[in-house]
């Protein structure tokens, strides 16, 4: 779960046709629950997706932003290819040598009579992506393709 200390901001002029987003957490995992909640904002309304369905996966990566990469182009996957929308997201992070990545989240099938989906993502881009140490906060700048 985010502590009060994360969250997200969709930014505006950033992009044209795409969206953007900066997350940020004291620790790498309240950046990445805070990243994935603002990617399925982009989507649909979270507080309409109920936690009906859990998935458990875990990914390795040698740098903390190809991680973040990694983990945002997974929940893609599952969205599409499960047809999932989630909402909630419990993630723990190891550092060493590398950074692995323990997550279960939760969420339901996209029911189109219940859920008002927003636009869809299709994929995280590569543009302005950074994930870094400012102060006590660790910070993402996402651009997604729509």
Not at 11 to 25: C, H, P, Q, S
Not at 86 to 109: C, M, P, T, W
Request: net charge negative.
């Amino acid at each position: 779960m985010r502590g009060l200390r994360s969250g997200f901001k969709f930014l505006e002029g950033v992009v044209i046709a795409d969206a953007a987003f900066k997350a940020w957490g004291s620790s790498l995992e309240e950046l990445f629950e805070a990243a994935a909640t603002a990617l399925f904002e982009i989507m649909v309304d979270t507080k309409s997706v109920e936690l009906k369905v859990e998935r458990d996966f875990e990914l390795q990566n040698e740098s903390v932003e190809g991680l973040l990469y990694d983990f945002l182009s997974y929940l893609i996957f599952l969205k599409d290819a499960e047809m999932l929308l989630l909402s909630r997201f419990d993630i723990k992070i190891k550092g060493n040598g590398g950074y692995q990545l323990s997550a279960h989240v939760y969420g339901e099938q996209i029911d189109m009579k219940k859920h008002e989906l927003r636009i869809d993502v299709k994929a995280i881009t590569y543009y302005l992506f950074e994930v870094k140490r400012v102060g006590d906060e660790w910070v993402a700048m996402v651009v997604v393709d729509v």
